[in-house]
């Protein structure tokens, strides 16, 4: 097939795999609801519930702890069945959001949002491992990009609704009913949960290098909470564990390990400097949250248009020109907030987070499907590239707000600080950039059970994909 033809949709969402993926991408949207939910309502939580000594603890609890479950996930998912983790997962999923919902205090929605980050950890891993078991390498890329594509409607409307819903019923209504929606899609994706191909296998379990993560994460983040000389060496010494400590994780657990620590740094350059953009609007450019919700839609539209058709035989690279792009981007948005003002600066904004978007589209749905290719499992893969996005997110986070919490607390006014973390997190795209361009690109064939005819197996259905050159391909261990 030729590498711009594309993947038809109705190949995607064919037969027993696609229902599971149809449901999968319903779950994602209603998650994506609700994770929005969560950061405008959160605010409101505190104050009715008197707890914004919380706040800072409860906002980063799930992430902290989705990275602690990743780094158990992969032996989970080789030992357990898939139907079995996914009802283990909505069974934590509802206690947490139920948590959430009726808490009488902070403490129990901080609880409530740990237990959440666990079980989103743990179907995280599933998630990804499921798309490697039922689609073959040439497919992955096209539902990785319907996946960001899904969260361009949340992403749009989830704000103002949730605003609207606050306001009239309530902030316990405003985060409920997106978990409603969660255990409707789950329901769904376990009718059809027997089309993934699963075989028990031993995988070992590897807990310091995940636990190190976490604790560095932890570490770091009271760091930038509090003050004085200690807080400062707590904070760095975080950032830098960290990151050393993601780095060993991923290279003893796959051959993949140079994609997948590029993935991390790519997902780490990217959404450091996007989740600055309503702050650079907002102080930097004395602006309104409504300005700022239109820069942040950008960068989301650019992404869900540019990700729908991936090419992973294109040249050039598009990994490796996305890159560049963001990269571009991150040092525009650097000099943006460093020099313009007014009008000029949220047009300039816009432009980059647009062209930042556009760039996470070409390289993000390569990216996170290539580590399968050298797996020789799907749910170990799977777990290692959520583990990847989680993590490096995190630490963005805590890079990029910390340090700007620093510079604040230092005395700095908001524009140099903005211009500063944007560079720092300019120099980590540089450093993608140069594993991507080293990067081995795993392209052997992997397509499990083709016969002479050109069809694949997948969960009990025969599937017709085009023949290619040379006879049909080995299968995928």
């Given at each position: 097939?030729?590498?711009?033809?594309?993947?038809?949709?109705?190949?995607?969402?064919?037969?027993?795999?696609g229902?599971f993926?149809a449901?999968?991408?319903?779950?994602?949207?209603?998650?994506?609801?609700?994770?929005?939910?969560?950061?405008?309502v959160?605010?409101?939580?505190?104050?009715?519930?008197?707890?914004?000594?919380?706040?800072?603890?409860?906002?980063?609890?799930?992430?902290?702890?989705a990275?602690?479950?990743?780094?158990?996930?992969?032996?989970?998912?080789?030992?357990?069945?898939?139907?079995?983790?996914?009802?283990?997962?909505t069974?934590?999923?509802?206690?947490?959001a139920?948590?959430?919902?009726?808490?009488p205090?902070?403490?129990?929605?901080l609880?409530?949002?740990?237990?959440?980050?666990?079980?989103?950890?743990?179907m995280?891993?599933?998630?990804?491992?499921?798309?490697?078991?039922?689609?073959?390498?040439?497919?992955r890329?096209?539902?990785?990009?319907?996946?960001?594509?899904?969260?361009?409607?949340p992403?749009?409307?989830?704000?103002?609704?949730?605003?609207v819903?606050?306001?009239?019923?309530?902030w316990?209504?405003?985060?409920?009913?997106p978990a409603?929606?969660?255990?409707?899609?789950?329901?769904?994706?376990?009718?059809?949960v027997?089309?993934?191909?699963?075989?028990?296998?031993?995988e070992?379990?590897?807990?310091?290098?995940?636990?190190?993560?976490?604790?560095?994460?932890?570490?770091?983040?009271?760091?930038?909470?509090?003050?004085?000389?200690?807080?400062?060496v707590?904070f760095?010494?975080?950032?830098?564990?960290?990151?050393?400590?993601?780095?060993?994780?991923?290279?003893?657990?796959?051959?993949?390990?140079?994609?997948?620590?590029?993935?991390?740094?790519l997902?780490?350059?990217?959404?450091?400097?996007?989740e600055?953009?309503?702050?650079?609007?907002?102080?930097?450019?004395?602006?309104?949250?409504?300005?700022?919700?239109?820069?942040?839609?950008?960068?989301?539209?650019?992404?869900?248009?540019?990700?729908l058709?991936?090419r992973?035989?294109?040249?050039?690279?598009?990994?490796?020109?996305?890159?560049?792009?963001a990269?571009?981007?991150?040092?525009?948005l650097?000099?943006?907030?460093?020099?313009?003002?007014?009008?000029?600066?949220?047009a300039?904004?816009v432009?980059?987070?647009?062209?930042a978007?556009?760039?996470m589209?070409?390289?993000?749905?390569?990216?996170?499907?290539?580590?399968?290719?050298?797996?020789?499992?799907a749910?170990?893969?799977?777990?290692?590239?959520?583990f990847?996005?989680?993590?490096?997110?995190?630490?963005?986070?805590?890079l990029?707000?910390?340090?700007y919490?620093a510079?604040?607390?230092?005395?700095?006014?908001?524009?140099?600080?903005?211009?500063?973390?944007?560079?720092?997190?300019?120099?980590?795209g540089?450093?993608g950039?140069?594993?991507a361009?080293?990067?081995?690109?795993?392209?052997?064939?992997?397509?499990?059970?083709?016969?002479a005819?050109?069809?694949?197996?997948?969960?009990?259905?025969?599937?017709?994909?085009?023949?290619?050159e040379?006879?049909?391909?080995?299968p995928?261990?």
């Open positions: 097939m030729p590498a711009d033809a594309g993947i038809p949709l109705r190949q995607i969402f064919h037969g027993a795999r229902s993926l449901a999968l991408l319903l779950a994602e949207l209603a998650a994506a609801m609700q994770g929005i939910a969560y950061t405008t959160l605010p409101v939580i505190a104050n009715d519930l008197d707890g914004y000594a919380l706040f800072g603890a409860t906002l980063a609890a799930g992430t902290v702890s990275v602690l479950m990743l780094g158990f996930s992969a032996p989970i998912l080789a030992r357990v069945r898939p139907g079995t983790v996914l009802l283990a997962a069974v934590l999923y509802v206690i947490g139920a948590a959430c919902v009726f808490a205090t902070m403490v129990v929605v609880a409530g949002s740990l237990v959440r980050g666990i079980a989103g950890g743990l995280g891993g599933f998630g990804m491992g499921a798309i490697g078991g039922l689609y073959d390498e040439r497919e890329p096209r539902v990785m990009g319907l996946f960001a594509f899904v969260w361009l409607l992403s749009l409307v989830g704000p103002a609704l949730n605003g819903i606050t306001e009239f019923a309530g316990r209504w405003a985060i409920g009913w409603i929606a969660v255990v409707v899609a789950r329901i769904f994706m376990g009718t059809a027997r089309a993934i191909p699963w075989q028990r296998r031993h070992p379990v590897r807990p310091v290098a995940g636990l190190v993560v976490t604790g560095c994460l932890a570490l770091g983040a009271w760091g930038s909470a509090a003050s004085g000389s200690w807080a400062i707590a760095v010494v975080g950032v830098i564990g960290a990151a050393a400590a993601i780095i060993v994780f991923l290279l003893r657990g796959a051959a993949a390990a140079r994609i997948l620590i590029t993935f991390a740094i997902c780490a350059a990217f959404f450091g400097a996007y600055l953009l309503s702050l650079a609007v907002i102080e930097g450019f004395a602006f309104t949250v409504v300005w700022a919700a239109g820069v942040l839609m950008a960068g989301l539209i650019a992404w869900s248009v540019s990700g058709r991936p992973p035989d294109a040249r050039p690279d598009r990994v490796v020109v996305g890159i560049v792009l990269v571009v981007a991150t040092g525009a650097a000099v943006t907030v460093a020099t313009a003002s007014g009008l000029v600066a949220i300039l904004s432009a980059a987070a647009g062209l978007g556009w760039g589209g070409l390289a993000y749905p390569l990216l996170s499907t290539e580590p399968f290719a050298l797996s020789a499992s749910s170990t893969a799977g777990a290692l590239i959520a990847a996005e989680t993590a490096g997110t995190a630490w963005a986070a805590l990029g707000g910390g340090l919490s510079l604040h607390t230092a005395g700095w006014m908001p524009r140099p600080s903005l211009a500063l973390v944007y560079g720092v997190f300019a120099v980590v540089v450093a950039l140069v594993l361009l080293r990067r081995r690109r795993g392209r052997a064939a992997s397509v499990p059970d083709v016969d005819e050109g069809r694949r197996e997948v969960g009990g259905e025969q599937l017709d994909l085009p023949r290619r040379g006879g049909p391909a080995q995928r261990g």
